[in-house]
């Protein structure tokens, strides 16, 4: 019978899915099949599974560590913002609709059976499942109706180990006052707590961590020092991505308030001939750069108003002036065209706009919904490309005529005259190290990284972090059967 224990924390980015990552990669090297399960994801960075649905990127880069295909049980619940107070939910794998936030919380009809659903289908596949929540327990406003920590911990019975944060500072305040604020009935769910990302000697916080213990009277499973590698592996949400300082060749990427599918970004930043530049707003895009990527974006319209509101509209077509080539992906791809319509609202609000015009296309939003893992080719070449689609809305155009990839026999993308601006629909494509290697050669540059390879080498390098600092000997005891 599988076992499952869950891992909360003290409050949003405190690491919990790294941690997830790392301890299912170690249990998998003890020779367990292991399940990482999260039941309500926000993020617009999603992930596509075999059988065509999304997913959080955290939990398909749960699944690579328990070397297991992702599958859409494993995050139940996705929510995709499109604005401040909206978002997409995704239920199982699939669009449900768009909901507001006061909606959403008065209102979520299945959702908490659909979780335990897949949980318990998770189970009856695994040793042991790994359960991450998300942001923290401690915001007592959201515990009616929560499927997200404590509400899923109670309904399914799952013991909780809580982490706090010692990078961001107070974790004693953390951690014992999380335990202040909780209902006797969660109380009751955790079984220890941990303490993540130290830096230095760990044996100066002996003192520390014996008086969580003493105040909380849970055990420790741990004291985890800063993983310096973590950079390397697919960054979870938008607080996760920095700038990667790296060799001569310059790649701008302006931050898009509604940035989607930002892991295009994670090969090129493991590239050390490649500088990848994230631009905040308030920031001019530089110069220098010999390529700009327009990445993703979960509201095109509204990211290409934002785009513009910043100057860098401005900025890309002084890009161009001067020759610098232009890369634009999914949403990215739409706002290089001439019109994005988008007459019913699919991706955001209502509207037709303007493009940036580097591109002969032409973008209508509607129709269904394109989930799906893809093989493609790079044409005249017949270089192979992997990657996945998600997007709304058909794009069509003069410029489709020079599409640069193929799909299954069709043409994929759009390019420009002189070739110096491109867009696809095609994320991930800079995983296939022959197609980056490639592209990066076209610009005058070399690649020198194998990319799959060192995302790898940084799991199993995590996992060895997990069995020296935490005691996963006692994680496996205080995991609890799952009651099917």
């Keep these: 019978m599988a076992r499952a224990i869950m891992i909360q924390g003290t409050g949003s980015n405190v690491g919990k899915s790294l941690l997830v990552a790392g301890l299912a990669r170690a249990f998998t090297n003890r020779g367990l099949r292991v399940a990482p399960f999260k039941p309500q994801n ?47 939910v ?40 790994l359960v991450e929540g998300a942001g923290s327990p401690a915001e007592t406003n959201l515990r009616k109706n929560d499927i997200a920590n404590m509400g899923f911990a109670c309904a399914a019975s799952v013991p909780v180990i809580l982490a706090g944060d010692i990078h961001r500072g107070g974790v004693i305040a953390q951690i014992v006052g999380t335990k202040a604020v909780l209902e006797q009935q969660d109380l009751d769910r955790i079984a220890g707590f941990l303490v993540n990302r130290f830096r230095g000697d760990l044996s100066l916080f002996d003192a520390g961590r014996d008086d969580i213990a003493a105040r909380t009277g849970w055990p420790s499973l741990g004291v985890i020092p800063w993983f310096n590698d973590a950079w390397r592996l697919p960054a979870e949400d938008m607080m996760d991505i920095a700038s990667a300082t790296g060799g001569a060749c310059k790649v701008v990427v302006p931050q898009l308030e509604r940035m989607a599918n930002f892991d295009d970004l994670d090969p090129l930043s493991a590239e050390p001939d490649v500088t990848v530049e994230i631009v905040p707003p308030g920031r001019a895009l530089p110069g ?159 690649s020198t990284h194998g990319y799959e390879d060192g995302v790898e080498e940084v799991l199993d390098a995590l996992a060895d972090h997990m069995e020296r ?10 995991a609890q059967p799952v009651s099917q």
């Design 42 to 88: 926000m993020s617009n960075n999603a992930a596509v599974t075999p059988e065509g649905g999304e997913i959080g990127r955290a939990q398909a880069l749960q699944a690579r560590a328990a070397k297991r295909s992702p599958h859409t049980d494993m995050n139940p619940v996705l929510l995709k913002p499109e604005t401040d107070t909206g978002a997409q």
């Design 90 to 129: 995704i239920v199982q794998g699939k669009r449900r609709g768009t909901q507001a936030a006061g909606s959403f919380m008065r209102d979520k009809s299945g959702l908490l059976e659909a979780a335990l659903d897949s949980f318990r289908r998770l189970a009856g596949d695994a040793d042991l499942v």
């Design 288 to 446: 220098d750069a010999d390529l700009v990527l327009i990445p993703g974006s979960k509201s095109t319209i509204g990211d290409l108003a934002y785009l513009r509101s910043q100057g860098w509209d401005v900025d890309i077509q002084a890009h161009v002036r001067r020759g610098g080539h232009v890369l634009g992906i999914c949403g990215g791809y739409q706002m290089l065209g001439k019109t994005i319509d988008d007459p019913d609202g699919v991706d955001g609000r209502p509207g037709k706009v303007e493009g940036l015009g580097l591109l002969e296309v032409h973008t209508v939003m509607g129709g269904s919904k394109t989930v799906t893992l893809t093989e493609a080719q790079l044409r005249g070449s017949n270089t192979p490309v992997s990657g996945y689609e998600i997007h709304m809305g058909r794009t069509n155009g003069p410029d489709c005529t020079r599409a640069w990839l193929s799909v299954a026999g069709r043409p994929e993308g759009a390019a420009s005259a002189n070739g110096r601006i491109r867009g696809c629909y095609l994320h991930g494509l800079f995983s296939s190290d022959a197609f980056r290697a490639g592209f990066l050669q076209a610009l005058g540059h070399e």
């Design 469 to 478: 600092y935490m005691d996963l000997d006692l994680i496996w005891d205080l």
